[in-house]
């Protein structure tokens, strides 16, 4: 494909410049799959991350699949045929980036509802991700969970599945919509569970610290709920999570590394589905 870009004259390589519209063209093309998947995505997504770097990025990416990866040519002469072609390729990019976007809210779920049991629902904060107040136990659980993410290098991984997905899904594939959105529900029941497996632990403790505290006050109405029991159980939700970090860790890391084996499967199961 570069080759119709760069041509010889003379023994002097050169830009052919009745090409290079129709290369630009092809990379825009390749760019729609990785740009609408990093605007979903977790933290590619977020505020964090201006909108002109994702566009650079995606395109960048898109430059160094020129070449690899082939753009069907009808699509240079049949412009009625682009709507569907774009269509699918955000689709599945943006199906791709909910997929760990609903991931990552499964820790911030977990983190809110810890942050309400252990009596940290008023420490709130701006999160830089969405520009919204959300509690600081929440941030903690996603930023650590982040971490995670690119330490593991399951950020690597996500990549190769979705440039994989070109090999797999080729471009101008129609797919079943019905897969996306099955796909989609899946990992939101799935966050759910995830939620519930990361906050049980350590809201179970809470609970009991809860009751024992109550325990006492009843047998000792001297002293003061509020100035006896809240720093008692804020002080330990602050242990808890301390003494939990490692197996939190091990069980963020299997939550990614999971939702990076549904992107996978997601995968597989449009290419076999596609017409």
């Known amino acids: 494909m570069m080759q119709g870009v760069i041509q010889s004259v003379a023994g002097i390589p050169g830009l052919s410049l009745n090409n290079v519209v129709l290369a630009l063209f092809d990379i825009f093309i390749l760019s729609l799959r990785l740009g609408s998947f990093l605007v979903a ?3 590619f997504g977020s505020q964090m991350v201006p909108l002109n770097v994702r566009i ?12 690899w990866v082939e753009v069907p040519t009808f699509l240079e002469y049949q412009y009625a045929l682009l709507i569907p072609v774009i269509f699918f390729e955000i689709v599945i990019g943006l199906t791709a980036g909910l997929i760990f976007s609903i991931a990552f809210s499964a820790a911030a779920l977990a983190g809110e509802k810890i942050a309400a049991t252990s009596g940290l629902s008023f420490a709130l904060q701006v999160d830089p991700s969405t520009g919204t107040q959300s509690p600081v136990i929440g941030q903690f659980l996603t930023l650590f969970l982040l971490v995670l993410f690119f330490a593991s290098d399951v950020h690597l991984l996500v990549f190769f599945h979705m440039l994989n997905s070109y090999a797999v899904l080729p471009i ?11 796909a989609i529900f899946g990992a939101s029941n799935t966050m759910f569970q995830n939620a519930v497996l990361i ?5 179970g403790y809470i609970l009991l610290i809860n009751l024992v505290v ?25 242990v808890i999570l301390f003494f939990s970090i490692s197996p939190l860790a ?11 084996d549904v992107l996978a499967d997601l ?4 290419s076999n589905g596609r017409e």
């Open 250 to 260: 091990n069980m963020l890391v299997d939550i990614v590394a999971d939702h990076a």
């Open 267 to 270: 995968i597989l199961e449009l």
């Open 199 to 203: 906050m049980l632990p350590i809201v």
């Open 214 to 238: 109550g325990i006492i006050t009843r047998s000792a109405p001297q002293l003061n709920l509020f100035s006896f029991g809240f720093p008692i159980t804020i002080l330990s939700t602050i």
């Open 56 to 67: 650079i990025f995606s395109f960048m990416l898109a430059f160094f699949l020129y070449g």
């Open 172 to 182: 101008g594939s129609i797919l079943q919509v019905e897969i996306l959105y099955s």
């Open 41 to 43: 995505a977790p933290f």
